[in-house]
């Protein structure tokens, strides 16, 4: 899960393995390509600017998108084994808002280099980075920071562990432990998650140098004071509503939570843009 590699194919989900697959899974682990851009801001009709700054593990790569009029800076980062172009729908919806935007590559995705994720760990790193680079950059005065399932916790953890300050937080289906969403796969395997989960989690820790067992987003966010919006699908097979609900309530400052029936663990803002869109201009300009 935290080595990508050079194959052609990602492993398919969980979900859409025969019972070869899935036995292949499990004595020989998955095949996640490293992510790569296969679009550009430009694509969809948005000017942008490519920035490269230095993070915790290497060179970033991030792209802004300006707004000639903008009410703030949304700094966007993305979900598990995905990349800055994985966020345009997000981008082009913020943009129509009027907002500017900063898409950022994770360690290891798009245009930032490695090819190594922590699922949220040495990314908080990378999250801080780009909030120094935009800030050194006079990029936007109100900052909010958008973050996708792993990029959530993300987010959260660069805020409690660093002590980031940003104005607002906009949080898609962040899960709230490291073990719970691990445990997740191993359920949709349809295999008992004890022990095999909790031993994939310590050594995923020892191989990276972290306590995978304290890499828990429903602590970090009690170090959250901003006003915070969560966003979830309630079909999501990887991150449950009670979870997301049990992360909003440990911030310690004003939040809401809107799900999105018949939704699964992908893009609200491309599957219902009008609503997606709704939800988060609300949040935003509420007083």
């Given at each position: 899960m935290t080595h990508y590699t050079s194959a052609a194919a990602r492993t398919q989900s969980p979900e859409r393995l025969s019972l070869l697959g899935k036995l292949g899974v499990l004595f020989g682990g998955v095949d996640v390509p490293r992510p790569a851009s296969d679009a550009t801001p430009a694509d969809r009709g948005l000017p942008f600017e490519v920035h490269r700054f230095a993070g915790g593990a290497g060179r970033l790569e991030a792209w802004h998108v300006p707004h000639p009029r903008a009410r703030g800076l949304v700094l966007l980062f993305h979900g598990y084994a995905s990349c800055k172009a994985g966020l345009l729908p997000e981008a082009a919806a913020l943009h129509e808002l009027g907002y500017a935007t900063f898409l950022v590559d994770f360690r290891g995705s798009g245009g930032s280099d490695g090819s190594v994720?922590?699922?949220?760990?040495?990314?908080?790193?990378?999250?801080?980075?780009?909030?120094?680079?935009?800030?050194?950059?006079?990029?936007?005065?109100?900052?909010?920071?958008?973050?996708?399932?792993?990029?959530?916790?993300?987010v959260l953890r660069a805020v409690s562990v660093h002590g980031l300050q940003p104005d607002a937080l906009v949080l898609e289906c962040p899960f709230d432990r490291l073990l719970t969403t691990?445990?997740?796969?191993?359920?949709?395997?349809?295999?008992?998650?004890?022990?095999?989960?909790?031993?994939?989690?310590?050594?995923?820790?020892?191989?990276?140098?972290?306590?995978?067992?304290?890499?828990?987003?429903?602590?970090?966010?009690?170090?959250?004071?901003?006003?915070?919006?969560?966003?979830?699908?309630?079909?999501?097979?990887?991150?449950?509503?009670?979870?997301?609900?049990?992360?909003?309530?440990?911030?310690?400052?004003?939040?809401?939570?809107?799900?999105?029936?018949?939704?699964?663990?992908?893009?609200?803002?491309?599957?219902?843009?009008?609503?997606?869109?709704?939800?988060?201009?609300?949040?935003?300009t509420a007083p």
């Open positions: 994720t922590t699922l949220g760990v040495g990314e908080a790193d990378d999250v801080r980075a780009a909030c120094d680079h935009v800030r050194a950059k006079k990029l936007g005065q109100r900052l909010i920071l958008f973050g996708k399932s792993m990029g959530s916790a993300a691990v445990e997740a796969r191993f359920d949709a395997l349809g295999v008992p998650s004890f022990p095999a989960a909790r031993l994939l989690v310590f050594w995923g820790g020892v191989q990276h140098g972290f306590d995978g067992f304290a890499h828990n987003p429903v602590d970090y966010a009690a170090a959250v004071r901003c006003p915070a919006l969560f966003l979830h699908g309630e079909n999501d097979p990887r991150v449950t509503v009670v979870q997301v609900r049990a992360v909003a309530d440990r911030t310690a400052g004003p939040n809401r939570l809107v799900t999105f029936p018949g939704l699964g663990h992908e893009s609200y803002a491309a599957a219902r843009p009008e609503e997606w869109r709704r939800a988060v201009a609300d949040f935003l």
